[in-house]
């Protein structure tokens, strides 16, 4: 079936470090990817997403490639700040799906 | 607009006692669910509905109850609270339809204890 599988976290980094944030999605067919994050005692929200191969979803700094021949979309940001400390989601969705698969989630915490 | 709303945000019932966390969508989107985090842990649905009339279960319906008479509205009913239903509560909703590049809207979450 298709599923989501996250790095299992808490990853804890240092302010200005490089994240990744690892991705792979087991589907068949070409579904959406998108990454959310959920700050602390908020719900989730959209932070980027792609939507067919090679494509690059970005936004406040992170990036992500959908990647269709080794199945992934890991998230990336160059230089991480304390306020980027959250649980990050990814997700797949396809066409006429009425749900969307999240996986487990990551939690990140940066050090000042 | 607004978005999605939840309300109550925060709710302690005791053991056996029944309520209903309200969710609301002004976007007219066609899809809405219901979605409980456990502490640490990740999501999982309880119900969703792809329009008014029609609703079907997740992957953890069990101990819950939900109905959808408008668009706009899609209540979940808590009949006799039990400990292990202790969680945060997401609705969210998405326009639905054939299209896979719509992501989801996600309400603020109501923090629910069952003691």
């Known amino acids: 079936g298709n599923s989501v599988t996250q790095m299992e976290g808490p990853v804890t980094l240092s302010e200005e470090a490089f994240l990744t944030i690892n991705c792979t999605y087991t589907?068949?067919?070409?579904?959406?990817l998108f990454w959310y994050v959920q700050y602390p005692g908020e719900g989730l929200q959209l932070l980027l997403k792609?939507?067919?191969?090679?494509d690059k979803g970005s936004n406040k700094g992170f990036e992500a490639t959908y990647r269709k021949e080794t199945t992934s979309f890991h998230l990336e940001k160059g230089s991480v700040q304390v306020s980027d400390s959250a649980v990050y989601f990814c997700?797949?969705?396809?066409?006429?799906?009425?749900?969307?698969?999240f996986g487990s989630g990551t939690r990140l915490s940066i050090r000042p | 607009n607004a978005g999605v709303t939840q309300t109550p945000k925060f709710r302690i019932l005791k053991i056996g006692q029944s309520m209903t966390l309200q969710c609301t969508q002004d976007?007219?989107?066609?899809?809405m669910y219901w979605y409980r985090q456990d502490p640490g842990m990740g999501l999982k649905l309880i119900y969703y509905?792809?329009?008014?009339?029609?609703?079907d279960k997740g992957e953890v319906p069990n101990g819950y109850n939900v109905s959808r008479s408008t668009t706009e509205d899609f209540p979940l009913r808590l009949e006799l609270a039990a400990p292990s239903q202790t969680s945060v509560y997401f609705c969210?909703?998405?326009?639905?339809?054939?299209?896979?590049?719509?992501?989801?809207?996600f309400g603020p979450g109501t923090r629910l204890t069952v003691t």
């Open positions: 969210a909703s998405t326009p639905g339809g054939r299209d896979s590049l719509y992501e989801q809207y």
């Open positions: 589907a068949t067919g070409y579904p959406s």
């Open positions: 792609a939507t067919k191969a090679d």
């Open positions: 997700a797949l969705r396809y066409s006429s799906a009425s749900k969307i698969i």
């Open positions: 976007m007219n989107h066609n899809y």
């Open positions: 509905s792809v329009g008014a009339g029609i609703t």
